[in-house]
């Protein structure tokens, strides 16, 4: 998962007459590739989204397309594998020179911790003495109950920082130290809706250390999702690529099979194509046909996802309703009337 501000950072640095979007996440330029029209220097018909974490690109003009990782490629003079190493690999020397001083202080603060367990100096706490202690307490405890996030997950009120006024989702590893975080808003009108670490910390698994490996493992796309399954089999490929090597770590940690319950809009629809198809029907998941796939029934058809099942429903089991309406890639595929 590529980080919002160094995509926001590569548009600016190599781009002209750069806009985004009011929820920071789509990008407009004149185009890199075909200097875009000659006749009027305002017109500029390039677009980068950033599709949750997995950037891709297009130009309205010469139909240039592909992905952030392509385009990074083109735009540096690179070999794509040299381009994955910049990328993906970490590299703190490297995002250091990209971002700009403001986030080159931010990126030092975080990385320079074995683990992300610093975000709680910026959190309430019940024995805090600031004014507003109760206020923001009652903002994270109507949360939870609204959103029905059972007790065990512990979630946090970041009331100053960087990430300040945003509800702190942690994902925890063996030793109970923060591997990796959200911070979700708070209100609608807060941008981008999700901000993260700008240093991650490898592969971060919700509720690694609690699985069964008797039980299926289900993969949904929200942390939220993953926190209302029951009996801690769910996980979250965190919005972002649900990639092979996502897969292989969930697989060595059950022996049952894994579940994947992706939400029921564009974002979920563009995950399971690239899982069946890949990118430009090239190079597709090479474990797509041993996966279980969740299918809403029929009667929850407004439903988005699994948090708002819960929300909605009366059901108390999800671990169970999910096995029972999940289905073979080949079932799947029929059901679905290719439709995704």
Request: proline share 3%; aromatic share 14%.
């Amino acid at each position: 998962m590529l980080d919002l501000e160094f995509v926001n950072e590569f548009m600016y640095e190599n781009f002209e007459n750069v806009t985004v979007s009011k929820n920071g996440t789509h990008f407009h330029a004149r185009c890199l590739f075909c200097g875009d029209s000659k006749k009027n220097l305002r017109k500029k018909r390039f677009h980068c989204d950033y599709n949750n974490g997995n950037p891709m690109y297009n130009c309205f003009n010469c139909n240039a397309s592909g992905s952030f990782l392509e385009l990074y490629s083109k735009v540096k003079g690179i070999s794509i594998n040299e381009a994955k190493k910049e990328l993906y690999v970490y590299d703190p020397d490297y995002l250091i020179q990209k971002l700009s001083s403001r986030k080159q202080e931010k990126y030092v603060k975080e990385a320079e911790y074995e683990n992300h367990n610093w975000i709680l100096n910026d959190c309430i706490k019940k024995e805090d003495k600031l004014i507003r202690t109760s206020t923001y307490l009652l903002i994270l405890d109507t949360f939870r109950k609204t959103r029905k996030i059972p007790d065990e997950y512990k979630l946090f009120y970041a009331y100053k920082g960087d990430y300040i006024d945003r509800i702190i989702i942690p994902i925890y590893d063996e030793n109970d130290n923060i591997i990796y975080f959200q911070g979700r808003r708070n209100h609608p009108d807060m941008l981008p809706k999700y901000m993260n670490p700008t240093s991650t910390k490898g592969i971060a698994v919700l509720n690694k250390h609690k699985f069964d490996m008797d039980k299926y493992i289900i993969i949904t796309e929200g942390l939220l999702d993953a926190m209302c399954i029951t009996y801690n089999q769910g996980t979250s490929y965190l919005g972002s690529e649900l990639s092979d090597e996502f897969i292989e770590k969930i697989g060595s940690l059950t022996n049952k099979g894994i579940i994947v319950a992706v939400d029921l809009d564009e974002a979920g629809r563009k995950t399971l194509r690239k899982l069946f198809e890949g990118k430009r029907k090239k190079e597709p998941s090479k474990y797509y046909k041993a996966l279980r796939y969740f299918m809403m029934p029929k009667r929850y058809k407004n439903i988005k996802d699994i948090n708002q099942l819960v929300v909605e429903t009366n059901i108390k089991d999800t671990y169970k309703f999910i096995i029972e309406n999940s289905y073979s890639f080949t079932s799947f595929y029929v059901r679905t009337k290719l439709k995704f």
